[in-house]
Every structure is written in structure tokens, then in C-alpha cells.
């Protein structure tokens, strides 16, 4: 199978939604999660037209995806630390009152916050594996990790996430 257009657009519309969502859970920015997700598909594309027709066919296309944003984001924050992370949208739900929304989106904006904190291997980790739903096997190819590797960042993550932390050395 060659890489079409019509290939490549399907890809693109497939997973653009997935992809600008774990670019703005990782670096807290829509602006930049634009970017990233434009530079994934961007580099996607370069790669796949210099992929042999058995390879592109037998590509995990949401874990190599999700792999090549991360790259991105590691690539343009090197050395930065994250802003405030926006996990989901903070639309009003129509079923509660104003008070529960703003209790909601308080409780949202205080875990974003414990997210933009973790140290990057347990934030990609825990992002990748509760906020986009992919599974620990999916996140080991996006990350380029073993599966025990991701299952202890996430464990270690969500543990940091809740408090649990006393010191164990991992950050």
C-alpha cells in the first residue's frame, strides 16, 4: 500500500482530535498543542513516504502517533517545565448548577496542575495511559519502553498524583 493522500488524510482525520489532545495535556498550551500536533503529522508523513508498502501496512498507527508527539513535546520542552495542563474541556455540564461547575472545573484545575507537576517520564506515562486511554501496551510503544517500565511510571505517577509519596527517591 502506498501512502496516498487520501491515505494520509484519513490518518490525519482519524487521529488529529487524539494526537492535539495529548499535545495539550502535555504541555498546558493550545497554542503549542497546535504545533505539536501539526510537527507529528508533518514528521508522520515524512516517514511514512520513505516506509516500504509492508511496513506502512503493519504500522500501529495510534501508538507510533502518539510516540512521534511525544517526541515532539520532549523535543520543544526540553528544559521548561510545563505550564498548566488542561486534561479535558472545562464545558459547563447541563444537568448541574453553576456552583457544581465551578467546584468541577476547581477540581480539574487543581489536578492539571498535580499533572504539570510530575516529573516527565510519570506525566507522559499517566497522560498517555488515563487521559488518552491507550493501553499499557499502547503507551510502551508510544514511549519506546517496556510494559513493567510503564506500568511502575503510571503506579509511581499516580501515586505522586494522590499524595502517597514519602520519599522513595523517584523524583
Known amino acids: 500500500?502506498?501512502?496516498?493522500?487520501?491515505?494520509?488524510?484519513?490518518?490525519?482525520?482519524?487521529?488529529?482530535?487524539?494526537?492535539?489532545?495529548?499535545g495539550l495535556a502535555l504541555?498546558?498550551?493550545?497554542?503549542?498543542?497546535?504545533?505539536?500536533?501539526?510537527?507529528?503529522?508533518?514528521?508522520?508523513?515524512?516517514?511514512?513516504?520513505?516506509?516500504?508498502?509492508?511496513r506502512v501496512r503493519d504500522l500501529k498507527q495510534k501508538a507510533w502517533?502518539?510516540?512521534?508527539?511525544?517526541?515532539?513535546?520532549?523535543?520543544?520542552v526540553r528544559g521548561n517545565r510545563p505550564r498548566l495542563v488542561e486534561l479535558n474541556g472545562s464545558e459547563?455540564?447541563?444537568?448541574?448548577?453553576?456552583e457544581e461547575d465551578v467546584m468541577r472545573k476547581a477540581e480539574i484545575d487543581e489536578l492539571a496542575a498535580r499533572v504539570a507537576c510530575l516529573p516527565p517520564r510519570y506525566r507522559e506515562a499517566v497522560v498517555l495511559r488515563h487521559v488518552q486511554e491507550l493501553s499499557y501496551a499502547e503507551v510502551a510503544d508510544a514511549l519506546g519502553q517496556p510494559v513493567g517500565t510503564v506500568k511502575a511510571n503510571v503506579h509511581r505517577g499516580l501515586k505522586l498524583l494522590r499524595g502517597d509519596d514519602h520519599g522513595d527517591g523517584d523524583v
Open 1 to 22: 500500500m502506498e501512502v496516498t493522500e487520501r491515505a494520509f488524510e484519513r490518518l490525519v482525520r482519524d487521529h488529529q482530535d487524539r494526537i492535539f489532545a495529548l
Open 27 to 54: 504541555t498546558g498550551n493550545r497554542h503549542d498543542a497546535e504545533e505539536v500536533a501539526q510537527d507529528t503529522f508533518l514528521r508522520a508523513y515524512r516517514a511514512l513516504v520513505t516506509y516500504a508498502p509492508e
Open 65 to 76: 502517533l502518539h510516540q512521534i508527539a511525544v517526541n515532539v513535546v520532549r523535543n520543544r
Open 92 to 98: 459547563p455540564d447541563a444537568r448541574t448548577g453553576p
